[in-house]
C-alpha cells in the first residue's frame, strides 16, 4: 500500500488542537532526521482536500513555544507530501485594530526568539542557504486564505507585523511599547522559527493569526489567561470556515 498524503499541512495552535472535522482521518507517526514532530500526523480530508493536521503544542497541549522540535514539525509535513502551510496563531493585540477576537493573515514579523533551532542547515548536514525572506508569508496564498476569508463572510485584517517573541512568559508592559515602536501590531510565540523553516523546505507557508488578547499594557487590565481560552474557543469557528472555503478552492482530494 502507498504512504498517505497530503498537499495542505495544518499547524493548529493554542486554542486549535484538533479539527473534529478532519473526515476519515488516520494518525501518522512520523520520525525525521530533525527528531520526533510534536505529536502523529492527522491525514484526512476536509471539503474535499487532502490535509495533514498537526497541533503544535503537542496532543495533549503540552510543549511551550521555545520548546516546539519546528524543524521535526516542518520536515514531518513535507515527508508526507505537504507543499502548503497555513498555520494558525494565536496573539496579543498591539495595534488599535488589533482587538481580542479579531483575526488577520499577516504579512511581515520581526524575530525577538533567541537560541532556537532556526535553520536546516546549522548542523553542517547541508550546505548553508541565504534564502530570501523578505516577505515571510508567501503572497500568493496569503491572497487566498484573504479571498476564502471574503467568500465565507468572515473579516480578516489583511497584514501586519508580528513580533515573535521567546516565552513562554507573556510581555512587560515596556516590551510591548518597544515592539509597537518597532512597528508591530502583532506579538505571538511561534510564528519563528516556523515561517522560515518552511521557506527553508520550499513550502508555502501562511497563517492566520487570531487575536487572543490585547497585549500587556494596551488594556489596562492584566492578561487573564482564562479570559484568553474563551477569546481563542469563540473564534475557532470562523478560523475552521475560512480555512474550509480555501480548501474548497483549492480542492486537490488524496
Ligand atoms: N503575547 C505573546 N504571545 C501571545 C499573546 C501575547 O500577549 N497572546 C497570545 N499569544
Redesign the pocket.
Known sequence: MSEPTAPIGIIGGTGFGRIAELGDAQSIDVETEYGQPSCALRLGELAGTGVAFLARHGSPHRIAPHRVNYRANIAALKSVGVREILAIN???GIAAWARAGALAIPDQLIDYTHGRLSSFSDHGERAVEHIDFSDPFDAPLRARLLTAANASGVTVHDGGCVAV?E?PR??TRAEIARLRRDGCDL???TSMPEAVLAREASLAYASIAVI??P??GVAEDV?GIHE?ELTLAATMQRVLQVIETFLMATCRPR
Do not use: S
Request: glycine letters at 18%; proline letters at 0%.
Open positions: 494565536a496573539v496579543g517573541t516565552g507573556l510581555e506579538v505571538g510565540m487572543a488578547n497585549a500587556a492578561i484568553i
